[in-house]
């Protein structure tokens, strides 16, 4: 055989063999994962998805009737269900939220929560300012009632008398507890003094202590005699003005459920506003649960 026929047919069979041994080791392509399988290469897929745009926000939470800044209000960014409280300046941030609408939801304590939309739609910081009005009150029941400016004005007086406590005072609660009428109500009362013997309490009268006043019996003479207190309803007198305590007033004809009130005064502690002719005698003041109410009770 000729000599260069040899050689480029031992040329020839290596180059075929480096070529084989060539495409049986694995592709050096950037990314491959693990070692290939035998006739196989693998590639790792490129990530296609887009980068999450991101946006921050901020805002204030302020008082709708005076832009007074709500301290420890509480926002809920609902889409990721996140929370901030507002500080003293009434500020709160959300840092890193993806653009697009979200909701948030205000609640602070006295005021009337709020839910909201806003709108991210670039990667910056966004402001809002929220105003939040008093939450209203439910009333339940409310009656109105109009009332002369003179009963006003005795109903506080009343009050103020109490206060001092110049007087006896029976409230409705001990009226309704006790029940009966007004003799039976002041019977064994302080300063209280029962007279007759009678069956009938219809029969007895009240006398106040030092419940005096001069009478002449005989033409010169003057002397002490024991009266009968002044009876008022309502700021108004029902006894007889004329009778200047010598005539007593039926007090069992005041019953215990009529009534919402009532103050009883000695000759020296008469309220000047009441005081007359009849003063050194006492006073009963009865105010009626037909008439305007004593202030603090229950109509």
């Not at 805002?59 to 609902?78: F, H, K, P, S």
């Not at 941030?93 to 670039?122: K, Y």
């Not at 006073?283 to 009626?288: D, H, P, V």
């Amino acid at each position: 055989m000729n000599t260069n026929v040899c050689t480029k047919v031992s040329a020839l069979t290596w180059i075929v063999s480096g070529v084989l041994l060539f495409s049986a080791l694995p592709s050096p392509v950037a990314g491959a994962v693990g070692p290939a399988e035998p006739g196989r290469t693998e590639v790792a897929a490129l990530d296609s998805r887009p980068a999450v745009r991101e946006a921050n926000l901020l805002g204030y939470v302020r008082a709708l009737d005076n832009q007074r800044a709500i301290q420890g209000a509480t926002v809920l960014l609902e889409s990721t269900n996140t929370v901030a409280i507002t500080n003293e300046l009434g500020f709160f941030t959300f840092t890193n939220v993806p653009v697009g609408v979200h909701f948030l939801r205000i609640e602070a304590p006295g005021f009337e929560e709020r839910r909201m939309q806003v709108r991210l739609t670039e990667d910056q910081s966004y402001e809002t300012f929220i105003e939040m009005g008093p939450e209203p009150l439910e009333l339940q029941g409310l009656r109105v009632e109009v009332m002369p400016r003179r009963t006003f004005n005795q109903l506080r007086d009343l009050d103020i008398r109490m206060e001092r406590g110049f007087g006896d005072f029976i409230l409705r609660e001990e009226m309704e507890e006790r029940g009966g009428n007004l003799m039976t109500l002041i019977q064994g009362r302080p300063g209280v003094r029962i007279q007759g013997g009678g069956g009938q309490m219809s029969d007895r009268t009240v006398v106040l202590r030092r419940a005096q006043h001069i009478t002449s019996s005989t033409p010169g003479s003057v002397e002490l005699s024991a009266c009968y207190p002044a009876v008022f309803v309502d700021g108004r007198r029902f006894s007889r003005r004329s009778s200047l305590g010598d005539q007593p007033t039926d007090l069992t004809e005041f019953l215990a459920a009529d009534m919402d009130a009532v103050e009883v005064y000695a000759g020296s502690s008469v309220p000047a506003i009441i005081g007359g002719g009849d003063a050194a005698c006492g006073a009963i003041l009865i105010w009626s649960r037909r008439g305007p109410a004593r202030a603090g009770s229950n109509r």
